[in-house]
């Protein structure tokens, strides 16, 4: 089955810029998904990417993905207190049954 | 746009009685609806897919006795924990998606469940 990992944890001082790093399996992946999530929250769509594109960009978000090598990453600039959150990457296959799988989400902590 | 509304945010039951949690699209038609569990610092674990007017298909492992779940209309599907036990006390989240992928899938606000 699919298997999408992040590590768990990421630490940074306000107003550096922070990337967090996703791995996947299913190299059927079409979709890319990077969401954030407060405590006690819901799921907030970041962005995504399509597999065919290699990078965007959002304002203070850029996603760049190496499809070679199965690796999603997310930079955020400037990173500001209200980041602090949890960060799950989720890729959607093709044909899948649009189904979603999760990584297993990195807490970004920004301090002052 | 694309806004999934979810109640109750937070509940608590006895043991041995039934819990209905509501997820609702509020501008768009989902005809497909996601049901999610996650546990504490954990990510989220996919129950079932709730399709509109036909039974959900449930994830192994799931009890498709203990977490019902009904689609009867294009906005709003509903998961009911049955006889619910400490157990079952969780983060239950839906997602619906969105008819422009530009919105990916919209998720709820989530409903924590204890059960005591």
């Known amino acids: 089955g699919e298997d999408v990992e992040q590590s768990l944890f990421l630490s940074v001082r306000e107003g550096d810029s922070s990337v967090i790093n996703c791995t996947y399996t299913d190299s059927s992946s079409t979709y890319l998904y990077w969401y954030k999530q407060e405590p006690g929250a819901g799921l907030q769509l970041l962005t995504y990417?399509?597999?065919?594109?290699d990078m965007k960009q959002d304002q203070r978000l850029t996603v760049l993905l190496n499809k070679k090598d199965k690796h999603l990453s997310l930079r955020i600039a400037d990173t500001q207190t209200g980041d602090s959150a949890i960060y799950f990457c989720?890729?959607?296959?093709?044909?899948?049954?649009?189904?979603?799988?999760f990584g297993t989400g990195t807490q970004l902590k920004v301090e002052l | 746009g694309a806004v999934v509304s979810q109640h109750p945010s937070r509940v608590i039951c006895k043991s041995g009685t039934s819990v209905k949690i509501e997820c609702r699209s509020l501008?768009?038609?989902?005809?497909?609806m996601f049901w999610y569990r996650q546990f504490p610092k954990q990510s989220l674990m996919l129950m079932a897919t709730s399709n509109e007017g036909s039974k959900a298909t449930y994830e192994q492992g799931v009890e498709k006795d203990k977490f019902l779940i009904n689609h009867a209309s294009l906005t709003l599907s509903t998961l009911t924990v049955t006889s619910a036990h400490p157990e079952d006390s969780s983060f239950y989240i839906c997602?619906?998606?969105?008819?422009?992928?530009?919105?990916?899938?919209?998720f709820g606000s989530g409903t924590r469940l204890t059960v005591v």
């Open positions: 989720a890729e959607s296959p093709t044909g899948g049954g649009n189904k979603l799988t």
């Open positions: 501008d768009f038609q989902a005809t497909t």
């Open positions: 997602s619906a998606r969105g008819g422009n992928i530009n919105y990916g899938y919209t």
């Open positions: 990417i399509f597999s065919n594109m």
